[in-house]
C-alpha cells in the first residue's frame, strides 16, 4: 500500500472534505428553520477522515464510525443525499430508516456497522468483527481489517482500554482512529488523561503500535493512515491519535463560546484542515484557485437541490414502529432436528444436558464460538458445562478470554455482525452488570436500529439463582431486569430435556437469546431425564406439567420443584385439582397456555424466586387481569422472594427464598378465598 498520494487522489479527498463542510453548513440551516431537530458536526475533523477512506479496502473492510464520521462515509459511497435522509429522519434513510438520531451512520453496502449514542461501546464490537476476520482468514485466505473511530473523550471509557487489551493479547487486525479535538464536550483533553495524548498508552502493550499525527494535514494524515492499514493486515493492532480541531460547537445543542475563549476559537481557524488542503493544492499547482472554486459551487448548488428534494420524502410509516425489533425470519425459532445419536438412551442430568447440546451444535455449525471465563480447557466451566469442546473443536473454537464481561458480550456482537455464532458464558448471572451497556444499548437495539440491516443473534449462557448458599452475589436472579428490554429472547428452562432442546432452539435462533440455568439443578437427579423426545422445542412456549380445575400456578426454573412438592401436599389435603404451568420462555410469553388455563379455573398464583417488589409476576398479574378479570373468582396472588439481598447463612437464606411450606400457605389462602 503506497504512503504517497497522487495528484487526482487529493482533488478526491477535496471534493469529500468539502461536501461534508457544506453539508454540515446546510443541515444547521435547515434546523434553525425549524425542519430538523438535531445536528452534530464533522467540521475539522476531515482530513484524516478522507485519508482513512481513501485508503480502505471497500466491502472488504470493516468499519465501525462514530457521529463526527462524514467524510469518512461519504468516502465509502454513502451518498450526500443519504446523510441527509439520516438528518431528516426519512423513510429512506439507509442507517436507521430515520429511528437514529442524525450521524449515526450505518451501510451495510460498505460494511458500516451501525452506531449507537453509547459513547465507548463500539470499540468492544469492534474487536469482535477484527477477531472474526482473523478467524475467518484463517481459513479463507482473506485479508480484513477493521477500523474503529471515536472522539478522545471516548478513550475515558473503561471498555476502551478492554478493547484496547483483548486486540493486543490476540494481535487482532484493527486500526482505533482517535480523532482527538481536545474537548468532550465542555471537558478538555487534559483531563481526560495525561498529557492529552492517548497514544502514550502504546507504550505500555507490547504487541500495540501507536502514533500522534496532526489530524489537520492530509498529507501526513494519509501517510500514517497508510502505515496503520499496512500494520493492521498484518495483524498487528495500532492507535492512531488524531490531533483535530471543533470548528464547531459539539452538537447544535451546545454553545462553545461558554467555554472556549476567544483566542481558543481564532486559533481553530489557522488548522482548518479543508483550507490547508486547498492552500496545498493550489500551491503545488495540482489545481487552479479558479477550478477547486467551481468544483465547490457545484458541490453546493447539488446539495441545496438534495435538501429541496429530500424534505419533501415520506416519514417511516407509522406501521413499520414495531418491525425488526426480532427477526422476521420464524424459520429460525425452531431445532432442525435431533443430533444423529439414536442408541443414546442415557439419562442426563441438567448440565450434561447442556453440554450435549454445544458439542451437537458445534458438530453441526462451524461458525460457532464458545467463549467466555474458564471455559476452555480440562477446566471445562466452573461448572464443568463446556468439558471436552476444547479437545474436540480446538482453542479456536472453545476458548477463555479475560475476566472482563463487557468484553465478552461486546466481542460477541461484533463476531455476530461479522455473521459467527458466538455462545458466550457469563459465569455468574451475579456478574453480567459490567455488560449492561452493551446488552441494553448495543445487543438489544441492532436489528431495530439499523432497520435490519444489521443483526446480532447469540446466546448468552449464565447460572443463576439461590439455595446453594452462595451469599449477595452468587444467588441472583436477574430475569425482570432483562425481560423489560425489548429486543432479547429470555430462557430458563427447568430440566435437562427442555435445557437440551432449548438451548439448540437458541443457537439456531436469528436473535439473541439470554439463556438461565438454575444452577442449583445442575446435577440434582430431580432434573434429570432422557433426551429421547422433544417437550418443548420453540422458544415462547410454555409447558403445563399437571392438569387440574381448581387454581392455576405459574411458576419456572427451581421453583417448579418445590411447587409441584406443595400442589401434591395441598390436593391430598384439601381433595382438589391444581393446574401448574411451567414458564420456561420469560420473553416471549406464552399467553394462551396461561390464558387457557385461567379461564378454566377460574383462580391464579403466581410463583418465582426472584424478590417479589418489580418481579416478573408484577407483569404476569397485570397482563392476566386485564385479559382475564371476567374469569376470576379471586385476586391473583404472587408468591416470591423477599425484597432482600440473598444472606450467606442457611437459616436466613431460607427466610428470603420461597419454601414448600410458605408456598403450601398461599395456595391455601388463593383455595379458600
Known amino acids: 500500500m503506497s504512503r504517497y498520494i497522487n495528484n487526482q487522489a487529493l482533488i478526491k479527498a477535496f471534493k469529500l472534505m468539502y461536501t461534508s463542510r457544506i453539508l454540515d453548513n446546510k443541515m444547521m440551516g435547515v434546523l434553525k428553520q425549524g425542519k430538523a ?17 481513501l485508503l480502505l479496502n471497500l466491502k472488504k473492510d470493516w468499519i465501525y464510525p462514530y457521529y463526527r464520521d462524514t467524510v469518512l462515509c461519504l468516502g ?39 452506531s449507537s449514542s453509547s459513547v465507548g461501546t463500539q470499540y468492544l464490537q469492534a474487536v469482535g468483527t477484527a477477531l472474526a476476520n482473523k478467524k475467518i482468514s484463517r481459513s479463507s485466505g482473506q485479508s480484513s481489517i477493521t477500523i474503529v473511530c471515536g472522539g478522545e473523550g471516548s478513550t475515558s471509557q473503561g471498555e476502551f482500554y478492554e478493547a484496547i487489551n483483548w486486540a493486543t493479547v490476540d494481535k487482532l487486525p484493527i486500526v482505533f482512529l482517535v480523532q482527538d479535538n481536545q474537548y468532550a464536550i465542555s471537558v478538555p483533553s487534559n483531563v481526560q488523561k495525561p498529557n492529552g495524548d492517548v497514544s502514550a498508552f502504546g507504550k505500555m502493550y507490547s504487541n500495540l503500535k501507536a502514533y500522534n499525527i496532526n489530524g489537520c494535514n492530509f498529507l501526513q494524515s494519509y501517510k500514517y493512515m497508510s502505515l496503520a492499514f499496512e500494520h493492521a493486515r498484518l495483524c498487528e493492532p495500532i492507535i492512531i ?81 414495531m418491525k425488526y425489533i426480532y427477526s422476521e425470519n420464524n424459520s429460525k425459532n425452531t431445532t432442525i432436528g435431533h443430533f444423529d445419536d439414536k442408541d443414546d438412551n442415557n439419562e442426563y442430568v441438567f448440565i450434561d444436558a447442556v453440554n450435549k447440546a454445544l458439542r451437537e451444535e458445534m458438530e453441526i455449525n462451524q461458525n460457532i464460538y464458545v467463549f467466555g471465563e474458564d471455559v476452555a480447557g480440562e477446566k471445562g466451566g466452573v ?34 455482525v461479522r455473521g459467527l455464532k458466538p455462545v458466550i458464558e457469563i459465569q455468574f448471572g451475579d456478574y453480567i452488570w459490567p455488560a449492561m451497556i452493551q ?65 439448540r432452539v437458541s443457537i439456531n435462533c436469528d436473535d439473541p437469546v439470554l439463556f438461565l440455568e438454575h444452577k442449583f439443578l445442575y446435577r440434582q437427579k430431580i432434573a434429570s431425564s432422557t433426551l429421547e423426545s422433544y417437550n418443548v422445542n420453540e422458544l415462547g412456549k410454555a409447558c403445563v406439567k ?128
Not at 37 to 53: D, L, N, P, T
Not at 261 to 267: F, G, I, M, V
Not at 308 to 314: A, D, G, K, P
Not at 399 to 415: P, R, W, Y
Open 383 to 416: 461448572f464443568k458445562a463446556t468439558r471436552d469442546l476444547t479437545t474436540l473443536y480446538g482453542h479456536k473454537r472453545c476458548f477463555n478470554t479475560q475476566l472482563a464481561e463487557a468484553s465478552i458480550v461486546g466481542v460477541a456482537i461484533g463476531m455476530a
Open 241 to 321: 491519535n488524531s490531533q483535530v480541531v471543533r470548528i464547531a460547537d459539539h452538537s447544535s445543542s451546545d454553545d462553545q463560546t461558554k467555554y472556549r475563549d476567544l483566542q481558543d476559537l481564532k486559533n481553530i481557524a489557522k488548522r482548518d484542515p479543508l483550507y490547508t488542503l486547498k492552500k496545498y493544492i493550489i500551491s503545488e499547482s495540482i489545481s487552479k484557485k479558479n477550478e477547486l472554486n467551481q468544483i465547490q459551487e457545484e458541490i453546493t448548488e447539488n446539495l441545496e437541490n438534495d435538501i429541496r428534494c429530500i424534505l419533501n420524502e415520506s416519514n417511516p410509516e407509522p406501521k413499520s414502529i
Open 37 to 53: 431537530y438535531f445536528h452534530m458536526g464533522a467540521s475539522g475533523h476531515e482530513s484524516v477522515q478522507a485519508a482513512a477512506a
Open 439 to 503: 446488552i441494553r444499548n448495543e445487543l438489544s437495539t441492532m436489528r431495530y436500529r439499523s432497520n435490519n440491516n444489521f443483526s446480532c443473534p447469540l446466546v448468552i449462557r449464565t447460572p443463576i439463582g439461590g439455595y446453594i448458599h452462595g451469599g449477595l452475589c452468587h444467588s441472583q436472579n436477574i430475569e425482570a431486569f432483562f425481560a423489560h428490554i425489548p429486543g432479547i429472547k429470555i430462557v430458563e428452562p427447568s430440566n435437562a430435556l427442555d435445557a437440551y432442546n432449548l438451548l
Open 546 to 673: 399437571k392438569s387440574g380445575n381448581d387454581l392455576t400456578i405459574i411458576s419456572y426454573g427451581y421453583l417448579i420443584y418445590k411447587t409441584m412438592n406443595a400442589v401434591s401436599n395441598i390436593e391430598k389435603k384439601y381433595n382438589v385439582k391444581i393446574e401448574v404451568i411451567d414458564l420456561i420462555s420469560i420473553q416471549p410469553i406464552d399467553w394462551k397456555t396461561i390464558f387457557k388455563s385461567i379461564q378454566k379455573t377460574n383462580k391464579c398464583l403466581i410463583i418465582h424466586e426472584d424478590h417479589k417488589f418489580m418481579g416478573l409476576g408484577a407483569e404476569l398479574s397485570a397482563e392476566i387481569s386485564n385479559k382475564c378479570f371476567d374469569y376470576l373468582d379471586a385476586p391473583i396472588q404472587r408468591h416470591a422472594g423477599l425484597n432482600v439481598h440473598i444472606p450467606y447463612n442457611a437459616v436466613l437464606e431460607d427466610l428470603a427464598l420461597p419454601q414448600i411450606s410458605s408456598i403450601e400457605k398461599s395456595i391455601e389462602t388463593i383455595l379458600l378465598y
Open 76 to 114: 465509502l459511497q454513502m451518498s450526500p443525499q443519504n446523510i441527509l435522509r439520516g438528518f431528516l429522519a426519512t423513510k429512506n434513510d439507509p442507517s436507521s430508516g430515520g429511528r437514529q438520531l442524525p450521524n449515526h451512520y450505518g451501510y451495510k453496502a460498505s460494511n458500516i456497522v451501525s
